[in-house]
């Protein structure tokens, strides 16, 4: 089945430092989704791509949908200690069906 | 605005009970999903609704598992007998069929079988 991977699989960062994470598929998708998971809580939703190559921002965060439409990467700048938490990727294959990432947990020190 | 609602937070049972997992959806929208999240698998979707109707149940794990949509403000998560492999974090969410939409989550429920 289609799997996203996600790496690395865990960062520990000082505050202030930035951060890049990548998701990758062996399978196209036709968007991409950036989800924050904090702990006892449901993912939230920090940027969707919809369109190949698309960058989109959102304050200190930045993701890019791949051109081949096969990988996306999120950078986070400055990072702040409340960044704190699981990062997953999700893409949809149609139908409405989000397959989620591995997730990238991180953690920053103060 | 209200998010989606689930409840229990936090089941804790015995092997062999039935749970019954809650979830209420944003209003307005058209699509409900059940995901089951553990360290093992990460998050699997279970299920899926469209208007109160079963789209793809391919993820539910067994016939133990049942999910209902009564109405669009409702849908539950029966899982009977529990066993303790079932024990995860169970997740709801909704979202609007209009094209591509974003999925917003609820809180989860943290299943505990013992």
């Known amino acids: 089945g289609q799997q996203l991977n996600q790496s690395p699989q865990s960062m520990f960062i000082q505050e202030g430092e930035d951060v890049s994470m990548n998701c990758t598929s062996s399978s196209i998708f036709n968007t991409w989704l950036w989800y924050k998971q904090d702990p006892g809580e449901g993912p939230v939703l920090l940027i969707a791509?919809?369109?190949?190559?698309e960058l989109t921002s959102n304050g200190r965060l930045t993701a890019q949908f791949g051109i081949t439409r096969k990988d996306s990467f999120l950078n986070i700048s400055a990072s702040i200690p409340s960044d704190v938490g699981i990062y997953f990727c999700?893409?949809?294959?149609?139908?409405?069906?989000?397959?989620f990432g591995t997730g990238t947990r991180l953690l920053v020190s103060p | 605005d209200a998010g989606v609602i689930q409840s229990p937070r936090h089941e804790v049972t015995e092997m062999g009970q039935e749970v019954t997992l809650r979830c209420k959806p944003i209003?307005?929208?058209?699509?409900l999903f059940w995901y089951r999240q553990t360290m093992m698998r990460g998050l699997e979707l279970l299920i899926y609704f469209n208007n109160n109707v079963p789209i793809d149940d391919s993820g539910m794990p067994e016939d133990r598992f049942s999910a209902k949509m009564p109405n669009a403000s409702f849908s539950n998560l029966k899982i009977q007998p529990s066993e303790p492999r079932d024990s995860a974090v169970y997740f709801c969410a909704s979202s609007s069929g209009t094209g591509i939409q974003p999925q917003h989550f609820g809180d989860g429920t943290r299943l505990s079988i013992l």
């Open positions: 999700a893409g949809f294959t149609g139908f409405q069906k989000l397959v």
């Open positions: 791509l919809y369109k190949a190559g």
């Open positions: 209003s307005g929208h058209d699509y």
